[in-house]
């Protein structure tokens, strides 16, 4: 029988009994079947072409299409995918800056946004740091007013805090821009770097303390600087255990060193605190270094010291002498150990007016609500803690006197 719409009785698909909605679909069938050949190989083939294939070569053109749209299909999928992920890293660029200051990243842990954040650390380390600066410069200012006669000559403002009495102005904003600029600077340098990279490792942490350390700048006296740069990296020793004990030991062995034969290389207000704190005086120290680099010894000004000390001529010290024997060192008494017990007291007296103003303060400025709430125990913790650096400093000295000593009986030349 002959197909109405292929008018062709060897049509491979089924020819049905012409109702004309059947009719109508299949035809439309065809066409879209037409269409998509011709899509898919330019057109070259016709509505003949498609009467000619067999079943195998529909089936066969049928996966291949499938395949090829399936490959479309996926090529779309990475196309989607591209454009998600282009679209994700404009929206973090955009969010990196834009909440700069109204937001905050969700790894920071502070509540403001990041640059409020970072200015408010600037200004409380900076008002922290002169409040403390001036505070010591303050009662430093109201010992010496004490010990002077009278001794409630503290009370008188003027005398204490006096442009011309009181001059700490200066360094204390310096101090205040050092630890304020460190402080604000690592924080808004640490924010940065989280909203850049999206983590918080310690290499930013790293980075941001490396950038914020150039703080150090506000200190004007490049003595300063070293000694302050010097400190930091001695915090770094804290990381090793017992570290900072073996770099204590090794930074006071070479101090002592300088102290004695070099002490032109230590800045000069901290060799006129070991000189003015030390048991040893000036004369004597002087004697040494000459024995000890064996150029001569000036026995005359030895000789004066000795003299004034006790009103007797000096003996057993020559030009050359190998050593400076206990007898010049301490002339006042014979006994060492009268001497090692004596300078340790004097330590004591010395330096706990200074400890005391170096504890009370910040303890005081640092944790005002506590003291507010408890002012005796702030301030006895702050006794305790002038105590303990005081006994430290006293019984270093007493130490040390003690091993010149000891070595002054074991040794009959100075190294
Ligand atoms: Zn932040
Ligand atoms: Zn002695």
Known sequence: MQCP????????LPCHRPTTAAAADELRIRRILNSTLENSNGGSLGPLVL??????ERAARATYEKAEAEKRHLEAE???????????????????????????HPLCQHGDSCVADSVGS???????????RVGIGVLLRAFKLARKRPYYSFLDLKLLLGENNLIVREEACRTGLLFGGFTGCFHAIRCFLRRKSGTDSPLNVFLAGGVAGLSILA????????????????????????????????????????????????????NEFIVKTGP??????????????????????????????????????HDHSPIIPSSAVHPDTASCLAHNTR???????????????????????LNIQKFMEAPIHTF?????????????????????QGVICVQRKLVTKDQ
């Open 343 to 365: 300078a340790t007291r004097a330590t004591v007296k010395k330096t706990f007016p200074l400890y005391l103003s170096l504890t009370v303060v910040p303890f005081v400025v």
């Open 280 to 317: 040893i005086a000036r004369p004597v120290l002087k004697a040494v270094r000459e024995s000890c680099k064996g150029g001569g010894i000036d026995v005359a000004s030895l000789a004066a010291f000795v003299t004034n000390k006790t009103g007797l001529p000096m003996f057993g010290v």
């Open 51 to 56: 009467n000619s294939i067999s079943v195998e």
């Open 219 to 270: 200190l004007d006296d490049s003595q300063r600087r070293r000694t302050f740069a010097l400190y930091l990296l001695a915090r770094v020793a804290d990381q090793w255990q017992h570290g900072d004990t073996l770099l204590f030991a090794l930074a006071c062995a070479q101090i002592m060193y300088a102290y004695v034969m070099r002490p032109e290389t230590l800045p000069d207000s901290y």
């Open 122 to 132: 600037l200004c409380q380390s900076f008002m922290l740091a002169y409040n403390v």
């Open 380 to 400: 006895w913790n702050a006794q305790k803690s002038a105590v303990r650096s005081t006994s430290f400093l006293s019984a270093f000295v007493g130490v040390y």
């Open 5 to 12: 719409v292929t008018d062709k009785r060897e049509d491979p």
């Open 78 to 104: 990475v196309r989607l995918r591209e454009a998600i992920a282009k679209l994700h890293k404009n929206q973090k660029k955009k969010a990196t800056y834009s909440t700069l200051f109204s937001g905050r």
